[in-house]
C-alpha cells in the first residue's frame, strides 16, 4: 500500500505557494561589482557555456543497510523506483541531513506544515523542477533508535493518465477513487464503493462475477480466486466510514488442483 501513497506525495509536491514560502530559489549570478566597470555582454553569437548538472544521487549518512527494488514500478500511470535504507543516525539528524542535501540540489520543496504525510511517520517530498523528478522519504524510526527510510523517485515527465477501468479484474458499480500500481506483472488496485456497502456485498459481487470468466475460489479462504495458473484476491478495509476494496492480481502461481 505504500506505492499509492508516495505517489498522492510525489503529485502534491509541486509548488502551490510563493517561492518565497518554501526552499529558497537561487539568486542570479553576479555582473560585476556594485558601481564598477560594466563587463560587456558575450559575443551574441557565442552563448555562455554552462556545466552540465550532475544528477541526484541519494546521500544517506551512517549508511548500514541499502536494500534496492527489483525494478521500476508503475502506479497511476507514473513510473517510479523504490529503495529502501537504514541509517544508524538518530532521526532528527538524518532529516536534517536529507533536507540539506534537497536544498543544496536545488528542489523545490514546499513549506513543512504543507507537506502531507500518509503515515504518522516524518516525511520529506522535493521537486527538480527541470527535470520533473519528485523524490520522496518516508523516515521511521525503529526500536533500537536506528531509522528506515523509504526512497521514491517518481518520474512526472512520464504521466500517462490512466483509465477508470482494470483490464484483469471488474470493478463493482459506484465505485471511486481507483488507484493501481504494477510491479514485474503483479497488479494492485484500491476503490472505494459506494457509501454503505458492506463486506459481504463485495464478496458476493465477485463470487458472481468472476465465476463466467473460469476464477473459483478457495473453499478454505475467502476472497482469494484462482484461474488456472493466475490468482486473485479481494480483500476489505474502513477508511473514514468507506469501504474500500483491494485488488491483488499475479500470475505464475501454483495451479488449483482439479
Do not use: C
Not at 505504500?2 to 542570479?28: E, V, Y
Not at 558575450?42 to 544528477?55: I, L, R, W, Y
Not at 543544496?104 to 504518522?120: D, H, L, N, V
Not at 454503505?196 to 456485498?201: F, I, R, V
Amino acid at each position: 500500500m505504500m506505492i499509492p501513497f508516495l505517489l498522492s506525495l510525489a503529485l502534491s509536491a509541486g509548488p502551490t505557494t510563493p517561492a518565497d514560502a518554501g526552499s529558497p530559489q537561487p539568486r542570479p549570478p553576479s555582473r560585476g561589482k556594485a558601481g564598477g566597470k560594466a563587463q560587456p555582454p558575450p559575443d551574441a553569437g557565442v552563448p555562455e557555456a554552462e556545466a552540465p548538472k550532475a544528477p541526484f544521487r541519494w546521500d544517506i549518512p551512517g549508511k548500514v543497510i541499502w536494500v534496492q527494488s527489483p525494478g521500476p514500478q508503475v502506479s497511476d500511470g507514473v513510473p517510479m523506483n523504490l529503495e529502501l535504507a537504514r541509517t544508524d543516525w538518530p532521526l532528527n539528524a538524518v532529516v536534517q541531513h536529507i533536507m540539506e542535501s534537497f536544498r543544496k540540489a536545488g528542489f523545490y520543496m514546499a513549506p513543512m506544515k504543507e507537506q502531507r504525510s500518509p503515515t504518522t511517520e516524518p516525511m520529506l517530498t522535493a521537486l527538480d523542477v527541470e527535470k520533473l523528478l519528485a523524490y520522496t522519504v518516508i523516515f521511521q524510526e525503529n526500536a533500537d533508535k536506528s531509522v528506515t527510510l523509504i526512497l521514491g523517485v517518481s518520474n512526472m515527465s512520464n504521466y500517462k493518465p490512466p483509465g477508470t477501468t482494470l483490464s484483469w479484474a471488474p470493478l463493482m458499480p459506484g465505485a471511486e477513487g481507483l488507484t493501481r500500481s504494477e510491479l514485474e506483472g503483479a497488479h494492485l488496485a484500491v476503490y472505494a464503493t459506494p457509501p454503505g456497502t458492506t463486506e459481504a456485498q463485495v464478496l458476493d459481487y465477485y463470487r458472481t462475477a468472476l465465476k463466467p470468466v473460469g476464477y473459483e475460489e478457495d473453499p478454505d479462504e475467502k476472497g482469494r480466486f484462482r484461474r488456472g495458473t493466475e490468482l486473485l484476491i479481494i480483500g476489505t478495509r474502513t477508511e473514514e466510514n468507506r469501504l474500500m476494496v483491494s485488488l491483488r492480481h499475479r500470475q505464475g502461481g501454483a495451479a488449483s488442483a482439479p
